[in-house]
């Protein structure tokens, strides 16, 4: 099972020796290039059996050709990967390549369908059981404010208060998608599976690797969380902090 939010986390320099585990959540920064060069790093180690992105819907996945991987270019346009709004394919594609013969999986959320999905029962919009990975329960209100509270910081304090609520939900959608792909992956293709998403995603406390402990309890996960500065106990098995990636203020978009 994923570690309790109440483990102590072990901090790593990098990801080349994890313990064993039937399903690895690698999180990520995703426009931080060191935090895919550690994935890519693991991912070699770990020889998965399949791969899920978050970055990647499940129509992208069926379009990559199994066997020999295309090149950077052939594989950027078989998935369309300029029109989804992730950064540089060439910081994803050694994730790829790093398991040439590993499945893929896809659990991505398009943008069009999570506006269409916003303040509508989860039970209604989650194609599966949605028992399985508590979406036909109310969060605890403690967790529901925490996680606005996180939904509003990371939008600037820019979003009127009364669409936090159907934030929080599509961000429990978007983790019960990767951990459903990821029951689908190794019920397919067996251990290990990885999956990469981002470091909020992977959280062992209410991310996807907790709803995949409450729908398969005896499945053995652990979770990596990828940060650019250090963190007061992070809901993580392990955790790297990398040097920041050089951006601009986030911010600027709201001003």
């Known amino acids: 099972m994923a570690a309790p939010a109440t483990a102590q986390p072990v901090s790593v320099d990098n990801l080349r020796h994890l313990p064993d585990a039937d399903v690895y959540f ?43 991987r295309p090149d950077k270019d052939d594989l950027r346009a078989v998935i ?42 989860l039970p209604q919009v989650f194609d599966g059981d949605a028992a399985r990975f508590g979406l036909d329960r109310p969060l605890p209100p403690a967790q529901q404010t925490a996680r606005e509270a996180l939904q509003a910081s990371a939008h600037c304090d820019a979003l009127p208060a009364e669409l936090l609520p159907a934030m929080v939900s599509i961000q429990r959608l978007r983790d019960a998608l990767l951990a459903n792909a990821a029951l689908d992956a190794i019920e397919q293709h067996g251990s290990p599976v990885v999956v990469i998403t981002g470091t909020g995603h992977a959280r062992t406390d209410w991310g996807a690797p907790a709803m995949l402990a409450m729908a398969e309890p005896d499945l053995r996960i652990l979770s990596v969380g990828q940060f650019e500065q250090p963190q007061n106990d992070p809901a993580h098995d392990v955790v790297v902090v990398t040097q920041p990636h050089p951006r601009p203020d986030p911010c600027d978009a709201f001003r």
Not at 34 to 63: C, G, S, W, Y
Not at 81 to 106: E, H, K, R, V
């Open 26 to 68: 690698l999180g990520e920064v995703h426009d931080n290039p060191a935090h895919h060069e550690n994935q890519a790093d693991a991912i070699r180690t770990l020889a998965p059996t399949a791969l899920v992105f978050e970055m990647l819907t499940p129509d992208q996945a069926e379009k990559i050709p199994l066997g020999t």
């Open 80 to 121: 369309d990967w300029d029109s989804t709004g992730w950064p540089d394919f060439a910081m994803y594609y050694p994730l790829f390549t790093a398991a040439p013969d590993a499945a893929i999986f896809g659990a991505g959320l398009p943008r069009a369908a999570a506006r269409a999905a916003m303040g509508q029962p």
